[in-house]
C-alpha cells in the first residue's frame, strides 16, 4: 500500500464532531476513552446527561468501514460497556479502508443511542462537503441513501446521488438548502432541521478551511431531528497556520511513520510502487522526473521535494528516507540550482553521503543552474559512488544503464 503525503489532515470521529458541535450541528452525544475504566466512567455520565439506555463503542481510527470490520459494538449495561471497550482497545481493526495491515486501536468513543422509539421511522442519509477541482468550486455531494453501503449505492444507483455546487460569489443559498432537503424526502420538522443542519455544516467546512466533510448517516430520528451520528473530517494542511488549535489535534499514531518524518523536516514526500528514487527541488521538477524515468524504462519509487534548501543535513534526511524503501534500486537526484547555488547541494551530498557510510544503492546526481559545471567536477572527483550528469536526459539514461547493471562500464 503506497504511503501518501500528509495533503489533508484526517481528524478522529470524536474531534470532528467536536467542531460540528461548536457551528450549532447536532451530533450524536459521546465521549472519549482510552481504557475500560474510563469508559465505565463516561458512559455513567453520558447516562446521566442524555438518559440513553444502551451505549455504542465505537473503534476511534483514521478509516471507515468500522462498523463491518468489529470496530462499533452496542453496550446494554454497564458491564457490557467495560467488556467491549476491554476487547476493542488494544485489537487490530482491519477494514476495505485500512488494507490488510489494520489499524490498531488506541481509544474508543462512548456514544448515546439516537435510534430510539418513536412516532416516526428513522432514516439515514449521506452528505459530504468537498472541492470540485475541476470547476473549483465547493459542493454538497448527498443521498437519501446514506448508511454502510454508500460506495455500493454509487456504483448501481447513480442515480440517488446528488449534488449542489457552490457558487463562490453567492455562497450556499436557501434555495439550495431547501433542494438539498427536498430531493432527501424530507417534510415538516424534518425538513425545516435539515435546513439548519446543511447551512450549520456548509459554515463548519468553510470555517474552519476543510477539504472535506463527510456525515454518514446522518440520521433523522424518529422525533424529526437531524442528527450527525458520524463525522469525518479532512482539512487542508496549507491553511493549518491559521488554525492552531485544529494542527494540535494531528494524531500521527494513525500515519505512516515515514510521512511523519518527512513533514518533520518539511519535506513533501508520497511513496510510490518503483524502484528509482528521485530526490528534486519543485513540484514540477518533480513530476517531469517522475515522466523521465518512466520513458526510460524505469519507475518512480517516490515524490520527494526538498525545497530550496539542499544543505547536507537535510539531503541526509532526503536519502533516509528515500532508502527505507527497500525496493529502491537507484536513487535520481535533479536540482536546479536557481535559489541555491549547484556547488552547494553538490557539497550537501557529498558531505551526506559521506555521514551515512555505505549508502547500498547507485546515485545520479543531475544538477542545472548556476555554478553546475563546478558541482559535476566536485561530484566526479569525490571518488564515491555518484554519477553526475548536467543534462535531464544524460540522468535518464545513467538510471536506465545503472538499472542495467551496467554502472560500471558507464563510469568507465
Not at 190 to 211: E, P, T, V, W
Not at 233 to 250: C, K, T
Amino acid at each position: 500500500m503506497a504511503h501518501t503525503k500528509l495533503l489533508a489532515m484526517n481528524l478522529h470521529e470524536y474531534q470532528g464532531k467536536e467542531i460540528l458541535k461548536k457551528y450549532g450541528v447536532a451530533i450524536q452525544e459521546g465521549y472519549l476513552a482510552s481504557n475500560a475504566d474510563e469508559a465505565v466512567q463516561v458512559a455513567q455520565k453520558l447516562q446521566a446527561e442524555t438518559n440513553t439506555p444502551v451505549w455504542i463503542v465505537k473503534a476511534q481510527v483514521h478509516a471507515g468501514g468500522r462498523g463491518k470490520g468489529g470496530g462499533i459494538k452496542l453496550a446494554k449495561t454497564i458491564d457490557d460497556v467495560r467488556e467491549k471497550v476491554a476487547a476493542m482497545i488494544g485489537m487490530t481493526l482491519v477494514t476495505k479502508q485500512t488494507g490488510a495491515a489494520g489499524k490498531l486501536v488506541r481509544k474508543v468513543l462512548i456514544a448515546q443511542d439516537v435510534y430510539y422509539p418513536g412516532e416516526s421511522e428513522t432514516r439515514e442519509f449521506y452528505i459530504s462537503i468537498l472541492l470540485n477541482r475541476a470547476t473549483g468550486r465547493n459542493i454538497i455531494m448527498y443521498s437519501p441513501a446514506g448508511g454502510m453501503d454508500i460506495e455500493e449505492v454509487a456504483e448501481k444507483t447513480p442515480e440517488l446521488i446528488f449534488k449542489e455546487e457552490i457558487d463562490p460569489k453567492a455562497g450556499l443559498t436557501d434555495f439550495q438548502c431547501r433542494k438539498v432537503a427536498f430531493n432527501l424526502g424530507l417534510s415538516g420538522n424534518a425538513f425545516k432541521d435539515m435546513l439548519k443542519f446543511i447551512r450549520s455544516l456548509y459554515n463548519a467546512y468553510d470555517g474552519i478551511d476543510a477539504s472535506m466533510f463527510e456525515i454518514n448517516p446522518a440520521l433523522k430520528t424518529t422525533d424529526n431531528r437531524i442528527i450527525a451520528v458520524d463525522a469525518k473530517v479532512a482539512l487542508d494542511d496549507n491553511a493549518l497556520y491559521r488554525h492552531p488549535e485544529l494542527a494540535a489535534m494531528r494524531d500521527k499514531d494513525e500515519e505512516d511513520p515515514t510521512d511523519v518524518e518527512a513533514s518533520e523536516y518539511d519535506l513533501n514526500y508520497v511513496a510510490l510502487e518503483g524502484n528509482v528514487g528521485c530526490m528534486v527541488n519543485g513540484a514540477g521538477l518533480a513530476m517531469a522526473t517522475m515522466d523521465i524515468i518512466k520513458l526510460s524504462g524505469g519507475e518512480p519509487a517516490n515524490f520527494l521535494d526538498v525545497g530550496g534548501t539542499a544543505n547536507a543535513e537535510r539531503v541526509e534526511k532526503a536519502f533516509k528516507i528515500i532508502l527505507k524503501d527497500e525496493n529502491v534500486k537507484a536513487i535520481l537526484v535533479n536540482i536546479f540550482g536557481g535559489i541555491v547555488r549547484c556547488d552547494r547541494v553538490a557539497q550537501g551530498i557529498i558531505d551526506a553521503y559521506k555521514n551515512m557510510g555505505n549508502i547500498r544503492v547507485p546515485i545520479i546526481v543531475r544538477l542545472q543552474g548556476t555554478n553546475a559545471e563546478e558541482a559535476k567536477k566536485m561530484i566526479d572527483n569525490s571518488g564515491l559512488k555518484v554519477y553526475s550528469a548536467i543534462r535531464l536526459q544524460e540522468a535518464a539514461d545513467l538510471v536506465n544503464k545503472v538499472m542495467g547493471g551496467t554502472a560500471e562500464h558507464v563510469m568507465a
